[in-house]
């Protein structure tokens, strides 16, 4: 929990049910270099399929200004694929 984003956290502890929230952190690569470009965290509920996600880029730049959340049927690595197409989408990530 140390890990992930505290904007991400203030939302999830504010959940009536945040202890059955799973939260993770993946670190995010560049595919060409292989130089990293920063991580995302999600919270993610798997009875409801929500999730809520935040991006931290590498260095001093904000590309969020608060998580998103979304729907995403699956599992984690469902929740994970489904973000970073919404970054994608935004043009944060490539």
């Known amino acids: 929990m140390a890990e ?12 009536p049910n945040h202890q059955d929230w799973g939260l993770y952190s993946a670190d ?10 920063g991580y995302f965290d999600i919270a993610f509920d798997p009875p409801t399929h929500r999730a809520c996600g935040y991006y931290s880029a590498v260095g001093s730049s904000v590309v969020m200004r608060s998580p998103r959340w979304f729907q995403c ?13 919404l970054l994608r989408q935004a043009g944060h990530v490539h």
Not at 4 to 15: F, G, N, S
């Open 73 to 85: 049927p699956g599992d984690i690595n469902n929740a994970m694929r489904a973000f970073h197409a």
């Open 4 to 15: 992930v984003h505290p904007l991400l956290m203030a939302i999830i502890i504010m959940m």
């Open 28 to 37: 995010v690569y560049d595919m060409a270099s292989g130089g990293p470009l």
